[in-house]
């Protein structure tokens, strides 16, 4: 096993599952009855795209981890989901604009990583693509309806992009593991992603009367294992029930 492939479907698996728990916390409590099915269906889209890719990340390790292993016994400093994928829900503009932001890298991402020269790697992407093509579709349409809506939606979608944005930077961070992938085939260059991601995001913006900040800024490094105080907190309810009854099955 490559330590480098393993890292890399942690990095995968890890966003989509953690943006999933952090969708899953809108069920009862969306604005309306619609919505609240839509982000209770994105977030099951997520959690099984995170099952295929630890699972995957699992037999790769052969350490005896499956999928429930690593998503419920593995501790903060473990996961390598981005940092943006953390980030605390917020008002429902916020949720939109950080779901937003990364449909539109994960649309590119699989859409790359389904001509993966790792066959099942690309099998997974496929599947995982034609969910995000919905997940974007639902979330640009929140943000053009926020952002072109009242002054006051206006107002919060606004304030909650300038609050996400610099944690796009982390998403095209190149580092070693992302070199040995996209050397090896598995991965795809994040460089060809980005200007890819940025006209996506920008002519999304432009419709919904709102500016990207000029400076991404921040740099970030939820996928190498540095996270804030919002994953321990999430990863405390998540994994409650697994803690407390080890090996605990319905």
């Known amino acids: 096993m490559s330590q480098a492939h393993f890292d890399y479907l942690l990095r995968l698996g890890d966003t989509s599952l953690v943006l999933a728990q952090q969708l899953g916390e809108w069920v009862g409590h969306a604005p309306a009855l619609e919505e609240d099915l839509g982000l209770a269906n994105i977030a099951l889209d997520l959690l099984g795209q995170a099952r295929l890719l630890l699972s995957y990340a699992g037999e790769l390790e052969g350490c005896g981890r499956d999928e429930d ?11 390598r989901n981005l940092a943006l994928a953390e980030q605390p829900n917020g008002d429902f503009a ?3 604009v950080r779901q937003f932001l990364l449909d539109a890298y994960q649309r ?15 099998g997974i ?3 995982a693509l034609k969910e995000t093509q919905y997940h974007w579709r639902f979330s640009s349409r929140w943000l053009v309806r926020l952002g072109d ?4 939606s206006h107002r919060r979608v606004e304030l909650a992009l300038a609050e996400l944005w610099p944690y796009t930077n982390e998403m095209f961070d190149v580092d070693a593991t992302d070199r040995a992938m996209e050397e090896a085939g598995v991965g795809p260059s994040l460089a060809a ?8 995001v920008l002519a999304i913006l432009v419709e919904a009367t709102l500016v990207a900040p000029k400076d991404r800024g921040k740099l970030t490094a939820g996928k190498r294992g540095l996270h804030g ?3 321990g907190f999430l990863l405390a309810d998540m994994q409650f029930l697994q803690r407390a ?5 319905w």
């Open 125 to 127: 992407a496929a599947k």
């Open 245 to 249: 009854y080890p090996g605990a099955q």
């Open 149 to 152: 809506g009242t002054e006051e």
């Open 193 to 200: 992603i980005e200007p890819r991601w940025r006209a996506a």
């Open 108 to 122: 590119e991402l699989y859409g790359d990583l389904s001509h993966s020269k790792d066959g099942r790697l690309a």
């Open 94 to 96: 916020a949720t939109i």
């Open 69 to 79: 292993a690593l998503a419920f016994l593995r501790d903060v400093p473990q996961f």
């Open 229 to 231: 105080e919002a994953l």
